[in-house]
């Protein structure tokens, strides 16, 4: 059993996951090996994540493998910042979900649909957390945020 877990990069996976991947092509398993994928994306919905998806699962056919699923997981940029909550509970309860149907289908050894799912918080307030959170990086690495939206001379 193979896991990649990656974040969204470009709509794609990191280039060098790429490489890594390009590399494995070649090994020629001894038994059948079953590959799930989990992308993480900053985008609020999950669906982004659908190319690279496919990618893994392409891959997999040729490589000689057996996709068995992933998750598209929208809003990765404010999963780190919500304190432990009840199991089942808050913004993080429907990716929490969505990672524990796949953990169940790895143990028993079954393919899942692709799922795609998003932080469950109004897309406005995430969109707001965003801006804010970008403002303060500026901030703290010695930029000023009028010049946000500064054309280069």
């Known amino acids: 059993l193979w896991v990649f877990s990656l974040p969204l990069y470009v709509d794609s996976v990191p280039g060098h996951l790429l490489s890594c991947l390009l590399n494995l092509e070649g090994l020629k398993p001894?038994?059948?090996?079953?590959?799930y994928g989990i992308v993480n994306c900053g985008f609020y919905e999950g669906i982004q994540a659908e190319?690279?998806?496919l990618l893994l699962?392409?891959?997999?056919?040729?490589?000689?493998?057996?996709?068995?699923?992933?998750?598209g997981i929208g809003g990765g940029g404010c999963l780190t910042h919500?304190?432990?909550i009840k199991e089942g509970r808050g913004p993080v309860a429907g990716i929490r979900k969505t990672l524990q149907v796949m953990a169940d289908s790895m143990m028993q050894g079954?393919?899942?649909e692709?799922?795609?799912?998003?932080?469950?918080?109004?897309r406005s307030l995430y969109k707001l957390a965003a801006e804010m959170?970008?403002?303060?990086?500026i901030r703290t690495n010695?930029?000023?945020?009028?010049?946000l939206g500064k054309q280069p001379d």
């Open 51 to 53: 190319p690279a998806l």
């Open 114 to 122: 692709n799922s795609y799912v998003s932080v469950g918080m109004p």
């Open 82 to 84: 919500f304190p432990s």
């Open 30 to 35: 001894k038994r059948e090996r079953r590959v």
């Open 133 to 137: 959170g970008w403002r303060n990086q």
């Open 110 to 112: 079954k393919q899942m």
């Open 142 to 147: 010695g930029g000023r945020t009028a010049d």
């Open 57 to 71: 699962q392409n891959w997999c056919r040729k490589a000689g493998l057996i996709w068995s699923g992933g998750a």
